[in-house]
């Protein structure tokens, strides 16, 4: 008797299939299998006992049928690279904002079948990077960052996920403030860190002019001012930052207190333009979080850190 006849595929460079198949059947059999660039073709006449015959042709149905499904699934597996959303944001990381910020998003996008991912860039630098379409959101925008549409491929997701407060330090324990109308009528020297504009657009015109101390350098410096009496108020852009200032050993020995929020600022994450579809989903889930707790839940876990 002479062995069975064997029909072979070899292996193409473009990564076709490598089949070797063992049939026996009685008449031909044409079996044509295509997937892409998988083209598999076998026709060969081998005798064989006229009892196998249903047999071979049954379990040959069968082998077409399974090699189209394990050919026909990759072409349906989508890559996880194609379900990260990359974030820029101005706050450093590692800040409570940007901890913030980081826990809502990640949770949000994880229910929109997403991943999350963020990079800190200086704000010009965000602003590249959207209008380029390097990244697909930024995290950190005020509400009416786009007012005049000169940013056309901001979108923004109309729930606030965090807040800058602006935060008022005193070394006198009885000082209370609660609002910018205190600092004035306080008559109190206040000082604050030049360039943040917020800062300056309530204190400049609205508080004696001899009575402003900016200070051009660093806020820890504007602590140390007020520590060492030159002023009696230091207002923090982003007070939930002050506390890597307060590890510094000047402060530390000093009678440095919070007196109070002055201000807030809400932050609202905003989406590429071509992401724009999405943008009322991702508004409903953020509140869906906030409803549900877990946005007090992050707050806690970012202060104890």
């Known amino acids: 008797m002479n062995p069975p006849h064997r029909a072979e595929l070899d292996p193409k460079p473009t990564g076709c299939l490598v089949l070797t198949l063992f ?5 031909p059999l044409p079996i044509c299998l295509v997937n892409q660039n998988v083209t598999l073709a076998l026709s060969e006449k081998i005798p064989l006992m ?7 042709k049954t379990i040959t ?8 499904l394990v050919l026909t699934v990759p072409s349906a597996v989508k890559s996880d690279e194609m379900g990260v959303m ?10 409570d904002l940007e901890k913030l910020t980081t826990l809502v998003l990640t949770e949000a996008f994880k229910r929109l079948g997403y991943s999350y991912e963020v990079e800190s860039y200086p704000q010009k630098r965000g602003i ?19 007012k005049e549409g000169k940013h056309p491929y901001y979108v923004r997701v109309n729930e606030s996920h965090a807040a800058i407060f602006f935060d008022a330090f005193v070394t006198d324990p009885k000082i209370k403030i609660t609002s910018w109308e205190d600092l004035k009528n306080g008559n109190y020297r206040v000082g604050y860190l030049e360039g ?17 101390i900016s200070q051009p350098n660093s806020n820890l410096n504007g602590l140390k001012q007020l520590v060492n009496g030159r002023t009696d108020v230091y207002i923090y852009a982003d007070g939930s930052r002050a ?14 207190t919070f007196a109070g929020h002055v201000d807030r600022i809400d932050l609202y994450p905003y989406l590429q333009k071509k992401h724009e579809p999405i943008a009322d989903i991702l508004t409903a889930t953020i509140r869906d979080i906030k409803k549900e707790g877990l946005f007090e839940i992050f707050q806690k876990q970012v202060s104890e850190n």
């Open 86 to 95: 990359k974030f820029s944001t101005a706050a450093p990381l590692g800040s």
């Open 128 to 146: 590249y990077l959207m209008r380029t379409g390097r990244v697909d959101g930024d995290a950190t925008r005020v509400y009416g960052f786009n």
């Open 196 to 212: 943040v504009k917020f800062s300056e657009q309530h204190l400049i015109g609205f508080i004696d002019k001899d009575k402003l």
């Open 50 to 56: 006229a009892t196998w015959s249903n047999k071979m």
């Open 61 to 68: 149905a069968s082998l077409c049928f399974v090699f189209i």
């Open 23 to 27: 049939l026996t059947c009685k008449a």
């Open 243 to 256: 506390k890597n200032d307060m590890a510094d050993e000047e402060l530390k020995k000093s009678t440095i």
